[in-house]
């Protein structure tokens, strides 16, 4: 596709339940990142991959969260367990590359967004 | 954290210029300065960035201080459509970093 696609638009669930967010990046891009963003606030950044390798997870709230990426483009973030809070929009964006030659290349493409409702 | 401080809100008038300011006073040298918008529900689109230089697009202009611990990012005729929320980012250039997004500035532009 043309852009960033993320799936399923919108996600109701009950608590205690596990759910599975889906990102398809833009082909050929190389960076992908997660955020999660609250109604109002801005996006608040959770994990990041460079091809298959997670690069940073420090904003993963706790171990009930988890991202993938195994082959390099697809990538799914997973809640486990989930409760009321983890109600958000969640974001995907990806970027041509990281790094080029020491400077930042490209910008971030985000997706629609996951709309997570945990009951 | 974010590293940057953005007013929570400005008005401008249809047609006029949008003058968004953004302070950065802890940037280091390697950082730069990139800025987003979110209309409504859509996702942020990247708009401009720039390291020390004053840039400008199609879409706006980046002025950047000497010193770059602040910058404005300029809408020269503002529209109804550019109602959104403005992000301001630095970001580090010799490495790879994560993204951090701040509150922005909720920008309403007046009819």
């Known amino acids: 596709g043309a852009g960033v696609s993320q799936s399923p638009r919108y996600k109701v669930t009950k608590r205690g339940q596990d759910v599975a967010l889906r990102c398809d990046p833009i082909?050929?891009?190389?960076?992908l990142y997660w955020y999660r963003q609250a109604l109002g606030q801005g996006p608040e950044f959770l994990t990041y991959?460079?091809?298959?390798?997670?690069?940073?997870k420090s904003g993963l709230p706790n171990d009930r969260f988890s991202a993938e990426r195994p082959e390099g483009s697809i990538s799914t973030l997973t809640i486990q367990r989930t409760e009321q809070r983890d109600s958000a929009m969640y974001r995907c964006?990806?970027?041509?590359?990281?790094?080029?030659?020491?400077?930042?290349?490209?910008?971030?493409?985000f997706g629609e967004g996951s709309r997570l409702t945990v009951l | 954290d974010a590293k940057t401080t953005q007013p929570t809100s400005m008005d401008c008038a249809e047609g006029r210029a949008a003058n968004l300011p953004c302070n950065h006073s802890?940037?280091?040298?390697?950082?730069?300065v990139y800025w987003y918008r979110q209309i409504h529900s859509q996702g942020p689109q990247y708009i401009i960035h720039?390291?020390?230089n004053n840039e400008t697009n199609e879409m706006a202009s980046l002025i950047i201080t000497e010193d770059r611990k602040s910058s404005t990012l300029i809408l020269p005729h503002a529209t109804l459509r550019d109602t959104a929320v403005y992000y301001c980012?630095?970001?580090?250039?010799?490495?790879?970093?994560?993204?951090?997004f701040g509150k922005g500035t909720r920008l309403h532009i007046l009819p």
């Open positions: 720039g390291l020390k």
């Open positions: 802890t940037i280091s040298g390697n950082e730069y």
């Open positions: 980012i630095v970001r580090v250039a010799n490495r790879d970093d994560k993204i951090i």
């Open positions: 964006a990806s970027s041509l590359d990281g790094i080029s030659g020491g400077f930042p290349t490209g910008e971030l493409f």
């Open positions: 082909s050929g891009h190389v960076s």
């Open positions: 991959f460079n091809y298959e390798a997670q690069q940073d």
